[in-house]
């Protein structure tokens, strides 16, 4: 029933408005065209000088309102970040400057030179030096922007450095995969029509001969998990970043950083943490605060909620969470994870790091 | 009726369509409603078709964003009346469902870039305005030129039957990437919705080749004796620029949609490779680039922003001129940005794939080369204030959307160097910044140019007037909302916040603008109901509004409004009229205009 009233009102509305608007059109012609044109000229012109200061006020109150909630109201949470947001306050103000000068020029203009009898408009079709002042001006300031913007570009997409922890991560519609290299340092290989339930990345765990595949002993120490992966503050971290079925992205907003995660071609992103996770949540002073990985690419229905969590954690902190994550080569094959024979927990993860650097020693 | 009657008095009988004696008319067919309104070959009725299958499309589309907006702004409200309305589908416990939420923004995109901006905006001012201001009977094939009205129209067609089929429309975003575009079994969306979607998007490429042609033919070949190229009005020259545009841009999105059918139904692997689906298993392709896709997608997509705003320029730098009363500051200059933003729009289309993995010199270049539009763009801002500048101006309401879309095309192209800096890209790149940022400076501010356009030119439709006071209600309200709608969408895009999401509520990153969302999409119920209000006036003044009386109501110079109030097909009685001077003599010599029809006095001023 409201439902029905608020069309009826909004119905009313237009109703209105359509009549007044035709009822002033009758009066315009009746007062004479000429006479009519020169009233809606002046409430036009005052409404333009008006639009810009209130739109002028309006933007530093907006500014109020919405700064704080932005990223730009507390530190970046990695290296780039920092330069991302410098980078971005100087264009900010740049742009900005042109702003004010150019809004405040077109209604200031609009009001000022509205239509009176008393000026003759000036014929001015054109002025060299003024268009050679306008065409330099503005590429001298856009190569300033380029030059700070290449350089960060090629410093955010050069080679990571050589001590960066690598991670491989795999969006699916719709969620994240991780894997860790565990501790032969190496990423085994996988081939796409190896996935099934027990391993969803298709490593190459067995010969296959129909898919004249080999098994990878690289790959039995890998350490595979969904939905959350650690890394290390102060510690570059290198992504490698696959898609198993449709583009995704990679979007990491604190750490102002994003890359897409494409079918059949890898693509990579390297950064630097620079809080903890539980920094973060101190910093600002929000419990809940995880560093969110977002889909930023369109991958189907589910797209809003494709969700990861980095926790970003020192080196201890992730020593030990390491130190207790099995490779997922034991899920598939439980009868050969050693840590299922009676010993220590710790002890079995060292021990079956040996193991397996055993294994892969002999394979080769 | 005695208010009739006001409106009427004046009406002058002298300069209407009925003169007969003109020799065109004479060996021209008699013309029934079919040849008259349907199947015209007259570009003013088709204009008007144009024009108006561009309107219709602009309420669906209008409506769609007002379905996802609601989502958006008021996620936990429940609205059972839609469900009544639309279906279980599109609508469960009265909330709009997430496959619903993707096909209204995708088919939202879809229709307002291509069917409204480009058909809508181009098409209608393309064929109404360039014949009658180069002075041409019509376009050079009346023909071809009916046929793109009727591709369009069956494209439309198809577009509308996609949003009722079972799986739903299209919902893979309006860039429409594979993979998701190619597997319906990754969207259902992406089956027969994406069939639909490809066989309208192809039919419109069809429409917009053959128009394209035909503009161009028309410029280049039957422009009246004295016109020059460089005594045309900047509106002809940006349909012109545009029209090379989509000619030479839209066969390559074509190409790419003939391999993505290829891939969808002949198992080519072109844009596939290494795809496991959940619940499919693996898919035997293998060795394909998606990117590929997004090469070919915005080889067209970059231009296609061109094509849309390109227009608007044009007619707002000759709405500008005219109500300001005075030349067009630098009108070289404004052909050669033209010109160069027609080139540098072949060459900045990567700027939109900065984050799929591009080579980083490569994408150095596509840097360069994007900040490189922002010259000619500065350039066309600064010289239409310079032309407001000691104007005498007259606030039409479409010098009012003129001025508009100046102000809007700054405040959206500024931000076009932000996006266009590739190290910002990265973190901005899919945020409701680039939301905020293309909204404001392609589509809102090239509906300010169609609606400028319209307003400036409907007496010349129509031979009557549109509503002022509508008009001027209808500019202060849309100007007001499209910067109260997107200009806090920047902060969210500021805050990370990534575009295209049903909810934001499980997310502790971006869950804290809830208010702005309900107040965004408040605002844009009410700019949308005002657009309604337009349309009313639009066909209202159809049959009921004011009448023109002068053949020339606003002094203006261009060859349009030499020709009769309501002209025939054919558009002028007896002879085309010679041109023998620019558009753009106002305010010379004392004289408050020059009509280009008027021979150079040997005394004259030289400009």
């Known amino acids: ?364 | 009726m005695s208010n009739e009657a006001v409106l009427h008095t004046n009406v002058e009988g002298a300069i209407t369509h009925d003169e007969h004696h003109d020799e065109h008319h004479e060996h021209h067919h008699h013309e029934t409603f079919i040849t008259k309104y349907v199947f015209s070959q007259d570009h003013k009725m088709i204009a008007k078709q144009f024009l108006i299958t561009g309107m219709v499309w602009a309420v669906l589309g209008g409506l769609m964003s007002v379905l996802f907006r609601l989502q958006l702004g008021y996620p936990d409200s429940h609205f059972p009346f839609l469900e009544n309305i639309l279906g279980k589908w599109w609508v469960q416990n009265g909330q709009i469902t997430a496959q619903a939420y993707y096909a209204l923004v995708t088919t939202h995109g879809t229709v307002l870039v291509f069917f409204v901006l480009t058909a809508g905006l181009s098409g209608t001012f393309a064929n109404f305005l360039i014949p009658l201001q180069v002075g041409a009977r019509d376009m050079a094939s009346p023909f071809l030129n009916m046929l793109s009205y009727w591709f369009f129209f069956s494209a439309s067609v198809v577009m509308l039957s996609s949003i009722f089929v079972e799986t739903g429309p299209f919902s893979g975003g309006w860039t429409a990437y594979p993979p998701l575009s190619a597997l319906k079994d990754a969207s259902p969306g992406s089956g027969t919705g994406m069939d639909l979607w490809l066989i309208a998007m192809a039919l419109f490429v069809v429409s917009s080749l053959l128009g394209g042609l035909n503009y161009i033919v028309t410029i280049l070949n039957l422009r009246t004796k004295g016109m020059s190229m460089t005594r045309l009005p900047l509106t002809i020259w940006s349909l012109f620029f545009t029209a090379v545009l989509g000619v030479l841009s839209f066969p390559v999105l074509l190409s790419g949609f003939i391999l993505l059918i290829f891939d969808r139904n002949f198992g080519t692997s072109f844009y596939l490779s290494d795809i496991y689906i959940s619940g499919v298993g693996a898919l035997p392709n293998e060795g394909g680039n998606a990117i590929l896709f997004q090469h070919l997608f915005w080889f067209l997509g970059h231009p296609e922003v061109y094509i849309i705003l390109l227009p608007a320029m044009g007619m707002v730098s000759e709405i500008l001129s005219v109500n300001s009363r005075k030349p067009i500051f630098g009108y070289m200059a404004m052909v050669g940005s033209l010109f160069a933003i027609a080139i540098l729009a072949f060459l900045v289309w990567a700027h939109h794939m900065f984050v799929t993995g591009l080579n980083p010199f490569l994408g150095s270049i596509f840097v360069l080369l994007t900040l490189l539009i922002a010259v000619p763009s500065a350039i066309k801002v600064f010289n239409w204030l310079t032309t407001l500048w000691r104007g005498n101006i007259r606030f039409t309401p479409a010098m009012m959307f003129a001025i508009g879309f100046v102000s809007l095309f700054i405040s959206g192209g500024l931000t076009g160097i932000w996006l266009g800096n590739s190290a910002l890209d990265i973190h901005l790149h899919d945020t409701m910044f680039i939301v905020a940022h293309f909204h404001i400076v392609m589509g809102v501010a090239s509906m300010f140019g169609m609606f400028a356009g319209i307003y400036h030119w409907y007496p010349k439709m129509y031979g009557r007037y549109l509503n002022n006071t509508l008009g001027y209600i209808h500019f202060w309200i849309t100007m007001v909302g499209a910067y109260l709608i997107f200009w806090p969408m920047h902060y969210e895009g500021l805050a990370g916040m990534p575009r295209r999401y049903y909810s934001y509520s499980a997310w502790e990153s971006f869950k804290q603008f809830g208010g702005l969302n309900q107040f965004i999409s408040t605002v844009a119920m009410i700019v949308f109901s005002v657009q309604i209000l337009f349309l009313l006036n639009f066909f209202y003044s159809i049959w009921k509004g004011r009448k023109v009386t002068t053949q020339n109501p606003y002094g203006s110079n261009t060859l349009e409004w030499t020709a009769p109030i309501r002209p025939g097909h054919g558009n002028w009685p007896g002879e085309i009229p010679e041109v023998h001077r620019w558009a753009y003599d106002y305010a010379k010599d004392g004289r408050e205009f020059i009509p280009q029809t008027t021979p150079v006095d040997p005394n004259e001023a030289n400009h």
């Not at chain 1, 740049?94 to 702003?99: A, D, E, K, L, W």
């Not at chain 1, 001298?140 to 050069?158: D, H, K, Q, Y």
């Open chain 1, 1 to 364: 029933m409201s439902t029905f009233f608020t069309i009826a009102v909004i119905a009313l509305v237009f109703l209105i408005i359509f009549q007044i608007a035709k009822a002033s059109e009758y009066v315009a012609v009746l007062k004479g065209e000429e006479k009519s044109r020169k009233e809606n000229n002046k409430v036009n012109g005052f409404f333009m000088v008006s639009f810009l200061i209130m739109g002028l006020i309006g933007i530093y109150w907006c500014n109020e309102l919405f700064y704080g909630k932005t990223l730009l109201a507390h530190d970046p949470a990695s290296v780039q970040g920092e330069r991302v947001d410098s980078m971005m306050r100087l264009t900010l103000v740049i742009t900005g400057f042109v702003f004010i000068i150019t809004q405040v020029a077109l209604f200031w203009f609009a009001y000022r030179y509205q239509e009176t009898d008393k000026r003759k408009p000036y014929f001015f079709p054109h002025n060299n030096t003024m268009e050679v002042i306008w065409t330099v001006i503005p590429a001298i300031a856009l190569t300033v922007l380029v030059v700070i913007g290449l350089r960060n570009w090629f410093s955010f997409t050069g080679e990571a450095p050589s001590n960066a922890l690598q991670v491989e991560v795999t969006g699916h519609q719709f969620g994240w995969t991780f894997r860790y290299a565990g501790n032969d340092n190496k990423f085994g290989k996988k081939y796409y029509k190896l996935i099934d339930a027990s391993n969803s990345l298709g490593l190459q765990w067995k010969d296959s001969a129909d898919l004249n595949i080999k098994d990878d002993p690289d790959s039995h120490d890998d350490i595979v998990l969904d939905a959350t992966m650690y890394v290390i503050k102060d510690k570059p971290v290198k992504l490698l970043i696959n898609s198993r079925d449709v583009v995704h992205d990679v979007g990491l907003t604190e750490f102002r950083m994003k890359q897409d995660a494409v079918p059949g071609t890898p693509t990579t992103l390297w950064f630097t943490p620079k809080f903890t996770t539980r920094e973060m949540q101190e910093k600002l002073n929000n419990p809940n605060f995880e560093y969110e990985i977002s889909c930023d690419q369109m991958c189907g229905n589910g797209h809003y909620s494709m969700r990861g969590v980095i926790k970003v954690v020192s080196q201890f902190e992730f020593d030990a969470w390491m130190a207790g994550q099995s490779p997922a080569y034991y899920g598939a094959y439980p009868d050969k994870d050693p840590s299922k024979k009676p010993l220590p927990a710790v002890a079995a993860a060292d021990s079956s790091a040996k193991k397996v650097a055993m294994v892969s020693s002999k394979a080769k």
